[in-house]
């Protein structure tokens, strides 16, 4: 079954089980599909039916299902609960995912949150937020079941029977001094079959791998690499124990990491949020930052180019380079921003648009009918950077040929020059990323890998196109002007 006509399918039954008003059913219902399915499936559904869905189910239906829904939704679906309604659902969501809900929300939500949790629902969420982003600590499950090292075998199981809501699959757990220094693990197996008035501290594994709150995220998952772990203990500067980390929890941060190893790659400042909910400003600003530093920085190959041509052609008297009423002198002057300023642009924003949207495919972000909506993006996208770099290539220029030229740049031909770069700048840039930003969409379209949009492949067909809009306007202002 197809994933749309599986969200159909959830749908249309429980609209029909929401007109027979049949609660029984709907819960029946939830129970028979993972809560993913559900929480798409409701996607494109009013608030008011995903409320009404939420109140009807059981409490710990509700709280499995919400952290699938998406943020804008979550966000609206909060913002008309009321704060009975919501300290059930947050108390039965685990404090992880929690924080994972929070770091999505305005300000304004999160204080609603916070304020219709419990006083130790709160305790544990502050525990969390206080340490930075991409540390061990932000990402860490403060829920957990600490066995004391003096406890015998049968107060361990009652204690995991008791708690056995706040435990996530595991089928290891922590042993603790009366102090909460951390002592070692011990795993299921052995409290099953070991005899109940055994010690726990007899058969805790003192050889315990963790993890340190302010640690970078990227720490814990070699951990579990190299480890082969489902579970880390976290401790303090102290080493007491304050949270665990959880496979699951690992999953999201190398998403995270991946995502911002391939924009660093692409030439791109990594953003957070998912392709369509990045802002057309930020999304600018992630890739026009690295295009005005390549672009000066191809300002020093054009300079040295410069140089060896006025050497060579220096050493024929026949000719005069510097006769800027030359036709020569024209000619050379084209060609050297084309190779260095217009189509290294041209094929780094290509590159930037295509990873982008490549990124976000991978990640189920963009999908095959999003194709307009993509045009239309990387369209507003492309005119701002267009304008902006321009202006940037602007004062690059005049900045190039007053020291070549010794502070004279009043020759016509020089401004000729400037402009016709910064057309044919504007020009390719724009189209740079409308064919990198939909190429990928096509691709997945035509069953084919959308990664070969984002390769060398595709930067070398911007630089024909951008050579040919270059030297196309260049024909037409030297017959035009010059001859």
């Given at each position: 079954?197809s994933?749309?006509?599986?969200?159909?399918?959830?749908?249309?039954?429980?609209?029909?089980?929401?007109?027979?008003?049949?609660?029984?059913?709907?819960?029946?219902?939830?129970?028979?599909?993972?809560?993913?399915?559900?929480?798409?499936?409701?996607?494109?559904?009013?608030?008011?039916?995903?409320?009404?869905?939420?109140?009807?189910?059981?409490?710990d239906?509700?709280?499995?299902?919400?952290?699938?829904?998406?943020?804008?939704?979550?966000?609206?679906?909060?913002?008309?609960?009321?704060?009975?309604?919501?300290?059930?659902?947050?108390?039965?969501?685990?404090?992880?995912?929690?924080?994972?809900?929070?770091?999505?929300?305005?300000?304004?939500?999160?204080?609603?949150?916070?304020?219709?949790?419990t006083?130790?629902?709160?305790?544990?969420?502050?525990?969390?937020?206080?340490?930075?982003?991409?540390?061990?600590?932000?990402?860490?499950?403060?829920?957990?079941?600490?066995?004391?090292?003096?406890?015998?075998?049968?107060?361990?199981?009652?204690?995991?029977?008791?708690?056995?809501?706040?435990?996530?699959?595991?089928?290891?757990?922590?042993?603790?001094?009366?102090?909460?220094?951390?002592?070692?693990?011990?795993?299921?197996?052995?409290?099953?079959?070991?005899?109940?008035?055994?010690?726990?501290?007899?058969?805790?594994?003192?050889?315990?791998?963790?993890?340190?709150?302010?640690?970078?995220?990227?720490?814990?998952?070699d951990?579990?690499?190299?480890?082969?772990?489902?579970?880390?203990?976290?401790?303090?500067?102290?080493?007491?124990?304050?949270?665990?980390?959880?496979?699951?929890?690992?999953?999201?941060?190398?998403?995270?990491?991946?995502?911002?190893?391939?924009?660093?790659?692409?030439?791109?400042?990594?953003?957070e949020?998912?392709?369509?909910?990045?802002?057309?400003?930020?999304?600018?600003?992630?890739?026009?930052?690295?295009?005005?530093?390549?672009?000066?920085?191809?300002?020093?190959?054009?300079?040295?180019?410069?140089?060896?041509?006025?050497?060579?052609?220096?050493?024929?008297?026949?000719?005069?380079?510097?006769?800027i009423?030359?036709?020569?002198?024209?000619?050379?002057?084209?060609?050297?921003?084309?190779?260095?300023v217009v189509?290294?642009?041209?094929?780094n924003?290509?590159?930037?648009?295509?990873?982008?949207?490549?990124?976000?495919?991978?990640?189920?972000?963009?999908?095959?009918?999003?194709?307009?909506?993509?045009?239309?993006?990387?369209?507003?996208v492309?005119?701002?950077?267009?304008?902006?770099?321009?202006?940037?290539?602007?004062?690059?220029?005049?900045?190039?040929y007053?020291?070549?030229?010794?502070?004279?740049?009043?020759?016509?031909?020089?401004?000729?020059?400037?402009?016709?770069?910064?057309?044919?700048?504007?020009?390719?840039?724009?189209?740079?990323?409308?064919?990198?930003?939909?190429?990928?969409?096509?691709?997945?379209?035509?069953?084919?890998?959308?990664?070969?949009?984002?390769?060398?492949?595709?930067?070398?067909?911007?630089?024909?196109?951008?050579?040919?809009?270059?030297?196309?306007?260049?024909?037409?202002?030297?017959?035009?002007?010059?001859?």
């Open positions: 079954m994933i749309d006509s599986k969200k159909k399918e959830i749908i249309d039954k429980i609209e029909f089980l929401l007109k027979q008003n049949d609660i029984k059913g709907l819960r029946s219902l939830v129970e028979k599909y993972y809560p993913y399915d559900i929480a798409k499936a409701l996607e494109e559904k009013d608030e008011s039916i995903i409320i009404l869905l939420l109140r009807l189910l059981t409490t239906q509700s709280a499995e299902l919400f952290p699938y829904l998406e943020p804008e939704i979550q966000e609206n679906v909060i913002s008309l609960m009321n704060s009975k309604e919501i300290n059930e659902i947050f108390e039965n969501i685990y404090s992880d995912d929690i924080v994972d809900i929070l770091e999505e929300m305005p300000s304004n939500i999160v204080k609603k949150i916070l304020r219709s949790s006083p130790e629902s709160r305790e544990q969420l502050n525990t969390i937020l206080k340490y930075d982003d991409d540390t061990v600590g932000s990402i860490m499950n403060v829920e957990y079941i600490r066995l004391r090292d003096n406890w015998t075998v049968e107060e361990c199981i009652n204690e995991l029977k008791e708690k056995k809501d706040i435990v996530e699959e595991q089928s290891f757990f922590f042993v603790v001094d009366k102090l909460n220094n951390l002592k070692g693990i011990v795993d299921i197996k052995s409290l099953l079959f070991e005899s109940r008035d055994t010690l726990v501290s007899d058969i805790t594994n003192e050889r315990v791998i963790s993890a340190y709150t302010r640690d970078d995220q990227e720490s814990v998952i951990l579990f690499k190299k480890y082969e772990l489902s579970i880390i203990p976290v401790t303090n500067s102290q080493n007491k124990l304050v949270g665990v980390v959880t496979f699951d929890d690992v999953f999201e941060v190398i998403e995270e990491e991946v995502t911002e190893d391939i924009q660093k790659m692409a030439a791109i400042r990594p953003t949020d998912e392709y369509f909910k990045t802002s057309i400003w930020r999304m600018m600003k992630s890739r026009c930052i690295w295009l005005i530093i390549l672009m000066t920085l191809a300002t020093l190959t054009q300079t040295i180019v410069f140089l060896f041509l006025k050497l060579f052609i220096s050493k024929d008297p026949n000719i005069k380079l510097m006769d009423s030359s036709g020569l002198f024209y000619i050379i002057l084209m060609v050297l921003p084309v190779t260095n189509s290294s642009t041209s094929g924003s290509v590159i930037q648009s295509s990873t982008m949207v490549v990124r976000a495919i991978s990640l189920k972000e963009v999908k095959t009918n999003d194709y307009w909506r993509v045009l239309w993006k990387e369209l507003r492309s005119l701002i950077t267009g304008i902006v770099l321009v202006i940037i290539n602007l004062i690059r220029s005049l900045i190039f007053s020291i070549q030229f010794k502070g004279d740049v009043s020759s016509n031909i020089v401004w000729y020059t400037i402009a016709i770069t910064s057309v044919s700048l504007f020009l390719c840039l724009i189209f740079s990323k409308l064919v990198g930003g939909t190429l990928p969409i096509m691709a997945k379209k035509f069953k084919w890998d959308p990664a070969i949009m984002a390769s060398p492949i595709l930067s070398t067909f911007i630089d024909i196109v951008s050579t040919s809009i270059f030297f196309g306007f260049t024909y037409i202002f030297y017959c035009s002007f010059i001859l």
